[in-house]
C-alpha cells in the first residue's frame, strides 16, 4: 500500500509541469531534472536498504539476540543462585536449631550434673557434721566419765580430810571411796 502511494506521489510530481520555485533556477525542483534525481534516490536509498539489511540489521539482531540470551542466562542463573541461597538459609536454621537443642541439652546436663555434685557435697558434708557431732559426743561422754572419776576421788580425798578434822580418826580409805561412788552413782543415773 505503501508503494503504491508513493509511486502515485511520483507520477503526479513527474506528470506537473510546473513546481514550485522551478522558475527562481533551482533546478532540483526543474522537472527536466526530476527523473535522474529519482534514479539516484532510488539507487541510493536501495544500496542503502540492502546495506542496512544485509550488514547492520545481522548486527543489531545478533546484539539483541545475545543480550536476550544472555538476560534469560543471568535470569536462570540468578534463580538457581535464589533456590541456592533458600537452600542454604534452610539448612543454616536447621544448623542453628539443632546448635540450640544441644546447647540446651548440654546446658540441662550440667545443671543435671551441678545439682548432682551439689548434692553430694551437701551429703559428705552432712556426714562429716554428723561424724564430728558423733565425736564431740563421744567426747563429752568421756569427759564426764573421767570428770565423774576425778570428782569421786577429789571428794573422796576431800572426805577423807574433812573426816579425819572433824572426827580427829583415821577413816579406811577404801570404804569412803566406796560410799562416794555409790553416791554418785545414785546422782548420776538422775541426770542420765
Known amino acids: 500500500m505503501k508503494n503504491i502511494c508513493f509511486a502515485l506521489c511520483i507520477a503526479l510530481i513527474l ?16 522537472p527536466e531534472f526530476w527523473a535522474s534525481q529519482i534514479f539516484w534516490l532510488v539507487l541510493i536509498f536501495s544500496f542503502l536498504y540492502l546495506v542496512i539489511w544485509k550488514i547492520f540489521l545481522p548486527k543489531i539482531t545478533y546484539t539483541l539476540e545475545n543480550r536476550k540470551s544472555k538476560v534469560v542466562n543471568d535470569l536462570n542463573e540468578a534463580e538457581k543462585l535464589k533456590e541456592n ?9 536447621v ?8 546447647a540446651n541439652k548440654i546446658i540441662e546436663e550440667s545443671r543435671k550434673k551441678l545439682e548432682q555434685d551439689i548434692e553430694n557435697k ?16 563421744k567426747e563429752i561422754r568421756d569427759l564426764k566419765k573421767t ?17 579425819k578434822q572433824i572426827v580427829g580418826i583415821e577413816v579406811n580409805k577404801s570404804s569412803i571411796s566406796a560410799i562416794v561412788d555409790d553416791l554418785a552413782k545414785k546422782e548420776t543415773d538422775k541426770y542420765i
Not at 85 to 93: F, G, R, T, W
Not at 122 to 137: S, Y
Open 147 to 163: 570428770s565423774m572419776l576425778n570428782i569421786n576421788s577429789i571428794a573422796a580425798e576431800t572426805s577423807f580430810d574433812i573426816i
Open 95 to 102: 544448623i542453628i536449631e539443632n546448635s540450640k537443642k544441644e
Open 85 to 93: 541461597a533458600e537452600k542454604k538459609l534452610k539448612e543454616y536454621n
Open 15 to 30: 506528470n506537473t509541469s510546473q513546481a514550485f520555485a522551478s522558475e527562481a533556477g533551482m533546478p532540483q525542483l526543474n
Open 122 to 137: 551437701k551429703k559428705k558434708f552432712h556426714d562429716e557434721i554428723e561424724k564430728e557431732i558423733l565425736l564431740a559426743e
